[in-house]
């Protein structure tokens, strides 16, 4: 498996490494899209693509990204074996909630799962029609950097979902994944820690304090678990659907 950390952050002995390619990066928010971009990073660390990334660790086979509760409804019941999430409380007609922390006690092992949250599903619906999606959080950072790395697109347009593009956890995820693609070396320390100060961790705090459902304790923690992963999450359009699948970055034989 190529190690990031391995690849010359310079041209050594005349060789071009990888890292003297530069990949633009632009951070957005969703409001900001105007058109498709090439390649697209979409962000959500708590806890969209954490939640996706931790139903592909329990065995799910895919996951139906739905515009809105009633269309993941109407999904579920035309495919009654799907299981449907959605984040906030637990709500009827929803099999799952958008928290890592309750979902990784649950077999998904082959299920369909149907995903609509407040801002990760909707971010990657915003640029489905992107040449690639992928959608990243902590847990899938390095692998998500190493496809980048691999795939070299001249843009990445990072997608930072919460808080109207300027949600700190977001833009930290975002803007490591970005510095990992360029830099041979990166402290993710600081990355963590700002995620870890961010309003979206201290809104996932207050509400097990306030004992509300759906949310975790370990749910902050399990969002801030550095490439627990190694896989990636690929979005790709299936007929009318919006399908993400984990995907393994290829196993590295040539690579300088
Ligand atoms: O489920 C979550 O943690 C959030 C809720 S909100 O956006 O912070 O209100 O949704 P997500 O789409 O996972 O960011
Ligand atoms: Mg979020």
């Not at 909630?97 to 971010?123: C, E, M, W, Y």
């Not at 700190?168 to 320390?189: G, H």
């Not at 902050?220 to 359009?237: E, Y």
Request: charged residues 20%; proline residues 4%.
């Amino acid at each position: 498996m190529f190690s990031l950390g391995h690849v010359e952050g310079t041209a050594c002995c005349g060789r071009i490494s990888r890292h003297d390619v530069p990949v633009r990066s632009t951070f957005v928010g969703i409001d900001d899209i105007r058109e498709a971009p090439k390649t697209a990073v979409v962000i959500d660390v708590m806890r969209a693509f954490t939640v996706a990334a931790w139903a592909f660790a329990r065995g799910a086979q895919r996951i139906v990204f739905a515009e809105t509760l009633a269309s993941a409804r109407e999904l579920k019941t035309r495919h009654p074996d799907w299981l449907a999430l959605q984040d906030g409380a637990p709500l009827p007609g929803f099999d799952l909630v958008n928290s890592p922390g309750l979902l990784r006690s649950v077999d998904l092992q082959g299920r369909t799962v149907i995903q609509k949250t407040t801002a990760g599903t909707v971010g990657a619906l915003s640029v489905a029609d992107a040449d690639v999606v992928l959608c990243a959080s902590f847990v899938v950072a390095d692998a998500t950097a190493l496809f980048l790395l691999d795939h070299r697109p001249d843009e990445v347009t990072f997608v930072v979902t919460g808080d109207g593009g300027h949600a700190e956890e977001d833009l930290a995820c975002a803007e490591y994944i970005a510095e990992r693609v360029t830099a041979s070396v990166v402290q993710a320390a600081p990355y963590i820690e700002r995620a870890r100060n961010s309003t979206a961790a201290a809104r996932l705090n207050d509400g097990v304090l306030q004992g509300y459902e759906g949310i975790h304790p370990d749910d902050v923690d399990l969002c801030l678990d550095l490439n627990a992963f190694s896989f990636i999450m690929l979005a790709t359009r299936e007929n009318s659907h919006m399908v993400l699948h984990p995907t393994r970055p290829a196993a590295d034989s040539t690579r300088g």
